[in-house]
């Protein structure tokens, strides 16, 4: 590591084990993806079909890293993970969605992004560190040592995760992605409310199309498409895709850690369970809006079957909002930028926030108006002074 200016829902009871011990051939390749060749069966196929299963990109967050002398062994420890080398500066100001004290950027295309901790209005934040590790990073971790470092470094640092993609690749193509595309314009499917198709890269003659469930904001989304086009030939086959984020990437990442502590043939499962979990593709022409009386489209109810698939949909209680979490984002996000105003409009900013608070209480929903009239002021925490 390159170091500049230093100064400064839980699973539902599924079966755990893919198969039985002894019966599957796992192997690894230079990504660590855990690869398997399924039993013969009496589902009709001849073959026996590989897959592959792994994940696919990881963005975490050391909530309270300590000081910069930690952050700099987490740095030293993504590297060694991830086989990178990250330049790192410490003092260097960064936007990602947020302001950040100092940033890194790793050969491979690792990113790190740094908070000193140290607030201009005088409140204190915890030192933090996030970590970005794509699909090209990924692919060179061994996911045993990831685990074998992430698991107490987690516990110690406040682990967060704000990403997670787990991937199915089906190396002989089982899945058909023209009956795929058809759900989709058909709107066969369940759990999800948005779909849509994107070009995927081309290969020679060939045009790549990936077919997403699930809106760009949303939580969760399953996406599929030919790897083979996609990689330009370095990785075979079709590909199923479940992205994660907010806080389900929490809750899956925390689930991918227990499963591989215990056995990589349960984390086999658990990914195989989750990502087909993402969308229920069901025959929706009767316009029943039950979807368990809609019958199950023959392509996906084959495919479970040839993987042994229990698809689990990934569930997170939601936070309830309250007037005080308002509040405390205020204070944290907002401050500094009513400070920068008020400094720019001078005598005109008193004004101009009585008419922007104006602005905000027209636009107030019955459900907000309703959290206001039931929240006791003197339960909550806030500053006058």
């Known amino acids: 590591m390159k170091v500049k200016n230093k100064e400064g829902v839980s699973r539902t009871d599924t079966p755990r084990k893919w198969l039985k011990p002894g019966t599957a051939t796992v192997t690894r390749n230079s990504s660590d993806i855990l690869a398997r060749r399924t039993l013969p069966s009496n589902t009709g196929y001849d073959s026996q079909p590989i897959f592959q299963v792994g994940i696919d990109w990881l963005d975490i967050s050391f909530r309270n890293a300590g000081d910069l002398k930690t952050v700099e062994s987490l740095i030293s420890a993504v590297e060694r993970i991830t086989g990178d080398s990250i330049d790192f500066c ?7 969605g ?9 050969l491979k295309g690792t990113r790190v992004w740094f908070d000193a901790g140290c607030s201009d209005d005088g409140h204190e934040r915890p030192v933090q560190l996030k970590v970005a590790m794509p699909g090209s990073v990924m692919a060179e971790v061994q996911l045993e040592t990831l685990v074998a470092w992430l698991v107490p470094a987690g516990a110690k640092y406040d682990l967060d995760c704000t990403r997670i993609d787990l991937c199915l690749d089906d190396k002989e193509k089982n899945l058909d992605l023209g009956k795929i595309t058809e759900a989709h314009m ?8 948005y779909s849509n198709l994107e070009n995927s890269g081309k290969r020679k003659q060939d045009k790549g199309v990936a077919v997403y469930f699930g809106s760009p904001s949303s939580t969760k989304r399953l996406v599929f498409y030919d790897k083979s086009i996609e990689s330009g030939g370095k990785v075979e086959g079709i590909r199923a895709e479940a992205r994660f984020r907010k806080q389900d990437a929490a809750t899956v990442l925390l689930d991918s850690l227990e499963a591989l502590s215990h056995d990589t043939q349960d984390f086999i499962q658990f990914a195989v369970n989750t990502i087909l979990g993402v969308v229920d593709f069901r025959n929706r022409s009767s316009d029943d809006k039950n979807r368990f009386r809609c019958p199950v489209l023959s392509w996906y109810s084959d495919f479970i079957r040839i993987v042994r698939a229990s698809p689990v949909r990934v569930r997170t209680e939601l936070k309830t909002e309250c007037v005080q979490r308002s509040i405390d984002w205020i204070k944290k996000s907002v401050a500094q930028s009513l400070a920068l105003v008020q400094n720019v409009l001078d005598s005109d900013f008193p004004e101009w926030l009585e008419t922007t608070i104006s602005q905000g209480a027209e636009r107030l929903s019955i459900k907000r108006r309703e959290l206001a009239e039931r929240t006791d002021k003197n339960l909550l925490l806030f500053d006058t002074q």
């Open 90 to 96: 410490s003092t260097k100001a960064v936007f990602n």
């Open 98 to 106: 947020r302001m950040w004290d100092g940033s890194g950027n790793g």
């Open 186 to 193: 058909r709107g066969d499917f369940f759990n999800v409310s």
